[in-house]
Protein backbone atom coordinates (compact mmCIF):
# COMPACT_ATOMS: atom_id res chain seq x y z
CA UNK A 1 0.00 0.00 0.00
CA UNK A 2 1.11 3.43 -0.28
CA UNK A 3 -0.58 6.71 1.15
CA UNK A 4 -0.57 10.80 -0.57
CA UNK A 5 -1.53 13.17 1.39
CA UNK A 6 -2.90 15.57 -0.87
CA UNK A 7 -3.35 18.28 1.38
CA UNK A 8 -3.93 18.53 5.39
CA UNK A 9 -5.26 21.05 7.87
CA UNK A 10 -7.84 23.51 8.69
CA UNK A 11 -7.60 24.98 5.08
CA UNK A 12 -8.66 21.04 3.48
CA UNK A 13 -8.41 17.43 4.11
CA UNK A 14 -7.90 14.99 1.40
CA UNK A 15 -5.60 11.63 1.68
CA UNK A 16 -5.19 8.68 -0.96
CA UNK A 17 -4.60 5.39 -0.20
CA UNK A 18 -3.87 2.81 -3.29
CA UNK A 19 -3.25 -0.92 -2.48
CA UNK A 20 -3.97 -3.73 -4.20
CA UNK A 21 -5.39 -2.03 -7.56
CA UNK A 22 -7.95 -0.40 -5.57
CA UNK A 23 -7.53 3.66 -5.66
CA UNK A 24 -9.39 5.26 -1.96
CA UNK A 25 -9.62 8.96 -1.09
CA UNK A 26 -10.58 10.16 2.26
CA UNK A 27 -12.16 13.18 2.91
CA UNK A 28 -12.62 16.13 0.07
CA UNK A 29 -12.03 19.46 1.90
CA UNK A 30 -9.69 20.91 -1.11
CA UNK A 31 -11.36 21.90 -4.40
CA UNK A 32 -12.00 19.23 -7.05
CA UNK A 33 -9.43 21.56 -8.84
CA UNK A 34 -7.05 20.75 -7.04
CA UNK A 35 -7.63 16.82 -5.85
CA UNK A 36 -6.83 16.47 -9.83
CA UNK A 37 -3.79 18.51 -10.63
CA UNK A 38 -2.21 16.86 -7.38
CA UNK A 39 -3.77 13.11 -8.23
CA UNK A 40 -1.71 13.94 -11.94
CA UNK A 41 1.09 15.03 -10.15
CA UNK A 42 1.36 10.95 -9.44
CA UNK A 43 0.35 9.88 -12.34
CA UNK A 44 -3.46 9.48 -11.30
CA UNK A 45 -6.45 10.19 -13.04
CA UNK A 46 -9.09 11.31 -10.82
CA UNK A 47 -11.46 9.06 -12.49
CA UNK A 48 -10.03 5.96 -11.91
CA UNK A 49 -10.94 6.74 -7.74
CA UNK A 50 -12.74 3.53 -6.40
CA UNK A 51 -14.35 5.29 -3.67
CA UNK A 52 -14.27 8.68 -1.67
CA UNK A 53 -14.69 8.17 2.05
CA UNK A 54 -16.05 11.40 4.16
CA UNK A 55 -15.06 11.29 8.47
CA UNK A 56 -17.33 13.84 9.24
CA UNK A 57 -19.14 17.06 7.96
CA UNK A 58 -17.19 19.74 8.44
CA UNK A 59 -16.16 21.62 5.41
CA UNK A 60 -11.81 21.06 5.76
CA UNK A 61 -13.14 17.43 4.75
CA UNK A 62 -16.13 17.63 2.88
CA UNK A 63 -16.04 20.87 0.78
CA UNK A 64 -15.24 19.26 -2.72
CA UNK A 65 -17.34 15.93 -2.17
CA UNK A 66 -20.61 16.40 -4.12
CA UNK A 67 -18.30 17.83 -6.97
CA UNK A 68 -16.01 14.81 -7.20
CA UNK A 69 -19.24 12.64 -6.88
CA UNK A 70 -20.92 14.45 -9.47
CA UNK A 71 -17.64 14.93 -11.83
CA UNK A 72 -15.83 11.98 -11.96
CA UNK A 73 -18.43 9.55 -10.71
CA UNK A 74 -16.41 8.66 -7.13
CA UNK A 75 -18.95 6.76 -5.20
CA UNK A 76 -19.17 8.19 -1.98
CA UNK A 77 -19.29 6.63 1.25
CA UNK A 78 -20.15 8.44 4.63
CA UNK A 79 -22.35 7.49 7.78
CA UNK A 80 -26.36 8.55 7.23
CA UNK A 81 -26.23 10.84 10.11
CA UNK A 82 -22.80 12.64 8.36
CA UNK A 83 -24.74 12.70 4.86
CA UNK A 84 -27.96 14.39 6.83
CA UNK A 85 -25.44 17.50 8.03
CA UNK A 86 -24.13 17.60 4.74
CA UNK A 87 -26.54 17.84 2.06
CA UNK A 88 -26.02 21.60 1.54
CA UNK A 89 -22.80 20.92 1.32
CA UNK A 90 -23.09 18.25 -1.00
CA UNK A 91 -26.19 18.75 -3.66
CA UNK A 92 -27.90 16.00 -5.26
CA UNK A 93 -25.75 13.13 -5.73
CA UNK A 94 -25.77 9.37 -5.06
CA UNK A 95 -24.27 7.85 -1.61
CA UNK A 96 -23.56 4.49 -0.08
CA UNK A 97 -24.03 4.74 4.34
CA UNK A 98 -22.13 2.71 6.37
CA UNK A 99 -22.42 2.69 10.16
CA UNK A 100 -20.08 3.90 12.28
CA UNK A 101 -17.85 0.59 13.68
CA UNK A 102 -18.80 -1.24 10.64
CA UNK A 103 -16.59 -2.05 7.87
CA UNK A 104 -16.38 -2.19 3.82
CA UNK A 105 -15.02 -3.79 1.36
CA UNK A 106 -13.73 -2.36 -1.85
CA UNK A 107 -12.25 -5.05 -3.95
CA UNK A 108 -8.88 -5.94 -2.62
CA UNK A 109 -9.34 -3.62 0.48
CA UNK A 110 -11.03 -3.90 3.46
CA UNK A 111 -11.71 0.04 5.24
CA UNK A 112 -12.73 -0.25 8.48
CA UNK A 113 -14.88 2.66 10.27
CA UNK A 114 -13.98 3.56 14.02
CA UNK A 115 -16.55 6.03 15.63
CA UNK A 116 -14.80 9.17 17.28
CA UNK A 117 -15.78 11.34 19.88
CA UNK A 118 -15.07 15.09 17.88
CA UNK A 119 -17.74 17.45 18.07
CA UNK A 120 -19.21 15.88 14.84
CA UNK A 121 -22.77 14.41 14.53
CA UNK A 122 -21.43 10.99 13.49
CA UNK A 123 -17.37 11.07 13.03
CA UNK A 124 -15.06 7.89 12.35
CA UNK A 125 -11.64 7.22 11.66
CA UNK A 126 -10.36 4.64 9.26
CA UNK A 127 -8.19 1.62 9.00
CA UNK A 128 -7.06 0.42 5.54
CA UNK A 129 -6.60 -3.29 5.54
CA UNK A 130 -5.47 -5.75 2.15
CA UNK A 131 -5.56 -8.56 4.14
CA UNK A 132 -0.95 -8.48 5.24
CA UNK A 133 -0.99 -5.09 6.16
CA UNK A 134 -3.40 -2.11 8.56
CA UNK A 135 -2.64 1.44 7.62
CA UNK A 136 -4.33 3.76 10.15
CA UNK A 137 -5.77 6.92 8.99
CA UNK A 138 -6.72 9.05 12.23
CA UNK A 139 -7.18 12.81 12.71
CA UNK A 140 -10.03 15.02 14.16
CA UNK A 141 -10.65 12.96 17.72
CA UNK A 142 -10.66 14.57 20.82
CA UNK A 143 -9.12 12.73 22.84
CA UNK A 144 -6.84 9.25 23.53
CA UNK A 145 -10.01 6.89 23.93
CA UNK A 146 -8.96 4.03 26.28
CA UNK A 147 -9.10 1.44 23.59
CA UNK A 148 -6.88 3.67 20.86
CA UNK A 149 -3.64 2.24 22.40
CA UNK A 150 -4.72 -1.13 21.49
CA UNK A 151 -5.93 -0.21 17.90
CA UNK A 152 -2.37 1.13 17.01
CA UNK A 153 -0.81 -1.42 18.15
CA UNK A 154 -2.71 -3.50 15.28
CA UNK A 155 -1.48 -1.27 12.53
CA UNK A 156 1.65 -0.98 10.78
CA UNK A 157 2.03 2.41 10.23
CA UNK A 158 -0.58 5.29 10.65
CA UNK A 159 -1.50 8.54 9.29
CA UNK A 160 -1.50 10.66 12.89
CA UNK A 161 -3.73 13.57 14.42
CA UNK A 162 -0.98 16.18 16.11
CA UNK A 163 -2.92 19.56 15.77
CA UNK A 164 -1.48 21.75 18.35
CA UNK A 165 1.60 22.85 20.26
CA UNK A 166 0.13 23.21 24.15
CA UNK A 167 1.73 26.51 24.86
CA UNK A 168 1.10 28.18 21.20
CA UNK A 169 -2.60 27.23 21.99
CA UNK A 170 -2.53 28.56 25.45
CA UNK A 171 -0.60 31.80 24.94
CA UNK A 172 -1.80 32.34 21.23
CA UNK A 173 -4.63 34.60 19.55
CA UNK A 174 -7.67 32.42 19.72
CA UNK A 175 -10.65 33.07 21.97
CA UNK A 176 -10.65 31.01 25.22
CA UNK A 177 -14.52 29.52 24.29
CA UNK A 178 -12.08 28.03 20.75
CA UNK A 179 -9.42 27.22 22.78
CA UNK A 180 -11.37 25.28 25.37
CA UNK A 181 -12.48 23.56 22.51
CA UNK A 182 -9.52 22.37 20.53
CA UNK A 183 -8.25 21.33 23.68
CA UNK A 184 -11.06 19.54 24.81
CA UNK A 185 -12.74 16.12 24.87
CA UNK A 186 -14.53 16.50 21.48
CA UNK A 187 -11.59 18.58 19.82
CA UNK A 188 -8.29 17.80 18.57
CA UNK A 189 -5.15 15.98 19.90
CA UNK A 190 -2.01 17.77 20.90
CA UNK A 191 1.95 17.23 19.88
CA UNK A 192 2.41 15.73 23.64
CA UNK A 193 -0.88 13.33 23.14
CA UNK A 194 0.19 12.02 19.61
CA UNK A 195 3.60 11.72 20.98
CA UNK A 196 2.49 9.57 23.60
CA UNK A 197 0.06 7.04 21.97
CA UNK A 198 3.37 6.40 19.61
CA UNK A 199 5.22 6.19 22.33
CA UNK A 200 3.58 3.63 24.12
CA UNK A 201 2.38 1.14 21.61
CA UNK A 202 3.37 2.06 18.21
CA UNK A 203 7.27 1.30 17.60
CA UNK A 204 6.62 -1.72 15.39
CA UNK A 205 4.99 0.75 13.05
CA UNK A 206 7.09 1.32 9.86
CA UNK A 207 6.51 4.61 10.09
CA UNK A 208 3.85 7.65 11.15
CA UNK A 209 2.78 10.61 9.50
CA UNK A 210 1.71 13.59 11.27
CA UNK A 211 -1.03 15.23 10.43
CA UNK A 212 -3.81 17.94 10.73
CA UNK A 213 -1.06 20.29 12.35
CA UNK A 214 -2.64 23.69 13.30
CA UNK A 215 -1.52 26.94 11.23
CA UNK A 216 -1.98 28.96 14.34
CA UNK A 217 -1.22 26.93 17.01
CA UNK A 218 1.77 23.98 15.81
CA UNK A 219 4.75 24.20 13.81
CA UNK A 220 6.28 21.33 12.19
CA UNK A 221 9.50 21.68 14.19
CA UNK A 222 7.36 21.06 17.06
CA UNK A 223 5.43 18.51 15.97
CA UNK A 224 8.61 15.86 15.41
CA UNK A 225 10.47 17.17 18.26
CA UNK A 226 7.67 16.54 20.40
CA UNK A 227 7.55 12.56 19.24
CA UNK A 228 11.38 12.80 19.43
CA UNK A 229 11.24 13.43 22.75
CA UNK A 230 8.84 10.52 23.24
CA UNK A 231 10.34 7.74 21.44
CA UNK A 232 13.54 8.94 19.83
CA UNK A 233 14.69 8.63 16.34
CA UNK A 234 13.93 5.35 16.31
CA UNK A 235 10.54 5.45 13.95
CA UNK A 236 10.63 6.92 10.51
CA UNK A 237 8.45 10.63 10.76
CA UNK A 238 7.32 12.91 8.32
CA UNK A 239 4.68 16.01 8.50
CA UNK A 240 1.77 15.89 5.86
CA UNK A 241 1.70 19.42 4.15
CA UNK A 242 -1.06 22.30 4.83
CA UNK A 243 -0.59 23.64 1.35
CA UNK A 244 0.62 20.85 -1.03
CA UNK A 245 0.88 16.88 -1.71
CA UNK A 246 3.53 15.64 0.36
CA UNK A 247 6.13 12.96 -1.12
CA UNK A 248 4.45 9.51 -0.90
CA UNK A 249 4.35 6.63 2.04
CA UNK A 250 5.40 3.27 1.47
CA UNK A 251 3.84 0.50 3.39
CA UNK A 252 5.55 -2.94 2.19
Known amino acids: MRLIPLQSGSSGNCILVEGRGVRVLFDAGI ?24 SHEHSDHIAAAGVLARRFGMPLHLTAATHAASRQVLGDCPFTAFVAGGSVRIKGLTIETVATPHDAVD ?27 GLVETLDAVYLESNYDER ?11 KRRISGP ?15 CGRH ?20 AAHRRCY ?7 VASRERASAPLMLR
Open 31 to 54: SAKRVTERLAEHGIAASSIDALFI
Open 123 to 149: GVIFIVADGERRLGVMTDFGHVLAWLP
Open 168 to 178: MLRDGPYPETL
Open 186 to 200: GGHISNDESAQLIGS
Open 205 to 224: LQWACLAHLSATNNQPDLAL
Open 232 to 238: GEDLPLS
